[in-house]
């Protein structure tokens, strides 16, 4: 459950909250919200995403329900520094896609005494911890962990299985190329894919 930090003026740090989980579990959704709900509350906020992430918009963080807020896209985790000035609040989306060194950013910035939301996948497609996610997991104060729903059989998701062919880590994708599914439904898709191409080596020769 997350709880959102009561402002102790006496205490000049900040904190890192991470929303993490599969695709379409709503972590941009959730990530959207709460930055919303700062600049409501008239913080001043920055927002960042990587610069290869550009399915929805070059520069909006868009969530898969079309809510959007605009961001500044950025090649490495060093540039958010740089461009975080003067800020109450940053938040990163797609924090997965960043390299090993938005650990240390993100660290910074809640040493400086900002908020900092960050949104990712905790998995990869294969089952994997990805990224810098699991680093950020634990040194973050809050972790918040969204699901969907399994496409298969309705039950909470949080396997990102790609049904696209292609083995490189990073694709980006949508609901033609990725689904959301159970553990149990994740390892008997997998299973089955084994299966098939052992059947076409077999085959083959």
Same mark, same amino acid.
């Given at each position: 459950?997350?709880?959102?930090n009561?402002?102790?003026?006496?205490?000049q740090?900040g904190?890192?909250?991470?929303?993490?989980?599969?695709?379409?579990?709503?972590?941009?959704?959730?990530?959207?919200r709460?930055?919303?709900?700062?600049?409501?509350?008239?913080? #001043?906020?920055?927002? /960042?995403k +990587?610069?290869l992430d550009?399915?929805?918009d070059? %520069?909006m &963080?868009?969530?898969?329900? !079309?809510?959007?807020?605009?961001?500044?896209?950025v090649p490495?985790?060093?540039?958010?520094?740089?461009?975080?000035?003067?800020?109450?609040?940053?938040g990163?989306?797609?924090?997965?896609?960043f390299?090993?060194g938005?650990?240390?950013?993100?660290?910074?910035?809640?040493?400086?005494g900002?908020?900092?939301?960050?949104?990712g996948?905790?998995?990869?497609? #294969?089952g994997?911890p /990805?990224g +810098?996610?699991?680093?950020?997991?634990?040194?973050? %104060?809050? &972790?918040?962990?969204?699901h !969907?729903?399994?496409?298969r059989?309705?039950?909470?998701?949080?396997?990102?299985?790609?049904?696209?062919?292609?083995?490189?880590?990073?694709?980006?994708?949508?609901?033609?190329?990725?689904?959301?599914l159970?553990?149990a439904?994740y390892?008997?898709?997998?299973r089955?894919?084994?299966?098939k191409k052992?059947?076409q080596?077999?085959?083959?020769?």
């Amino acid at each position: 459950m997350f709880l959102e930090n009561t402002v102790n003026h006496n205490e000049q740090f900040g904190w890192i909250e991470v929303v993490c989980g599969s695709m379409f579990s709503g972590k941009t959704e959730e990530l959207i919200r709460r930055l919303k709900r700062a600049q409501f509350a008239k913080q #001043k906020i920055e927002i /960042f995403k +990587p610069a290869l992430d550009t399915r929805y918009d070059e %520069e909006m &963080v868009v969530s898969h329900d !079309a809510n959007e807020i605009r961001s500044t896209p950025v090649p490495s985790s060093s540039n958010i520094l740089i461009l975080a000035t003067d800020v109450d609040v940053v938040g990163i989306d797609e924090a997965q896609f960043f390299d090993d060194g938005i650990v240390a950013v993100c660290n910074e910035l809640a040493n400086r005494g900002v908020r900092v939301i960050v949104a990712g996948l905790d998995m990869d497609f #294969k089952g994997n911890p /990805f990224g +810098p996610m699991p680093a950020l997991m634990a040194t973050a %104060e809050y &972790v918040t962990k969204v699901h !969907a729903v399994c496409t298969r059989t309705g039950n909470l998701a949080h396997y990102s299985h790609r049904t696209a062919a292609g083995d490189e880590l990073v694709m980006l994708g949508e609901t033609q190329e990725y689904e959301p599914l159970s553990r149990a439904a994740y390892y008997k898709a997998i299973r089955t894919e084994k299966n098939k191409k052992e059947a076409q080596n077999t085959n083959g020769e």
